[in-house]
């Protein structure tokens, strides 16, 4: 019997990637890593990391071992609201993550794998669910009748289904989450793709004094944020269950985009103005609803918001400041 599990991580090279290699190590896991890229911030901690597109079926092939006991597939088209929401990147997102996802749920089922790990989204939500900032519904079983907001949802509700049928058709134990706006230390915090907490963050980590802090929309669009330790933590639970899913992983601490961009400029320590402009700001609310990963894996969120944005804010300080 070999000692050692085996893991793949698929997306190692990105942010909840690269901090899933490393608890995977933690755990005594050999790990093998592939990404198309490094990670951007640290050295990964996998003991293989291949350099490969998994949008061509050969690497997908080669990449996945026959002795894999888990599998977890990360890898796609992702970005901020200012990437998936603007209608520019749609046909890339739509075809990149489909592709991967067509490739790796053939090769995983033709290698045996033991268990996969699916990466999905919130945003695979009915938008007509989320136009109540202050009572958004995303609750898991209220996905259908579909209507996602953006491509990027779309793609991820298709690939929920294909998974799923694997499942139902071939045996395949798959098992899927819906992250729900994951932040934390070395994420991508400028270029056009970083996320809303990481963008704020070097927003008011760059404002001079008598500078205002600019933010999409009126801020009065809520979500709801979870720290990447609470989302391994729940990313391993499940994948270890007996339950398959698709839960939603996330906060259920709401808040608005105003009130988050204040609770940065407190964290600061500074004083500047906050103005709300014109941009991409996908819904007008959402927030986690836990009660069935609650009940099913025995997961809760371990971090409070103004903990993780502070771990968060001070990071990106730093990379701002070097």
Known sequence: MRAIKNAIVLGAGGFIGSHLVKRLKDE?????????????????????????????????????????????????EVGGAGYLFTGEHDAEVMHNSAQINLNVAQIALEKNVRSLFYSSSACIYPEENQLNPNSPNCEENSAYPANPDS???????????????????????????????????????????EKAPAAICRKVAEAKENETVKIWGDGLQTRSFLYIDDCIDAVLKLTRSNFSGPYNIGSEEMISMYDFTQLILKISKKNNHIETIEGPQGVRGRCSHNALVSKDIQWIPKYNLETGVTKLYEWIEKQVNN
Do not use: M
């Open 28 to 76: 005594g896991y050999f790990v093998r890593g592939v990404d198309i890229k490094h990670p951007e911030f640290s050295r990964s901690a996998a003991d293989e990391f291949i350099i490969g597109d998994l949008r061509d079926i050969q690497v997908v092939k080669d990449v996945i071992s026959n002795d894999c006991d888990e599998l977890y597939q990360l890898a796609g």
């Open 151 to 193: 491509e990027y949802g779309w793609e991820k509700l298709f690939s929920e289904r294909l998974y799923l049928s694997y499942k139902r058709n071939h045996g395949l134990n798959v098992k899927i989450a819906r992250f729900h706006n994951i932040f934390g230390p070395e994420s991508t915090w400028t270029g056009g793709r």
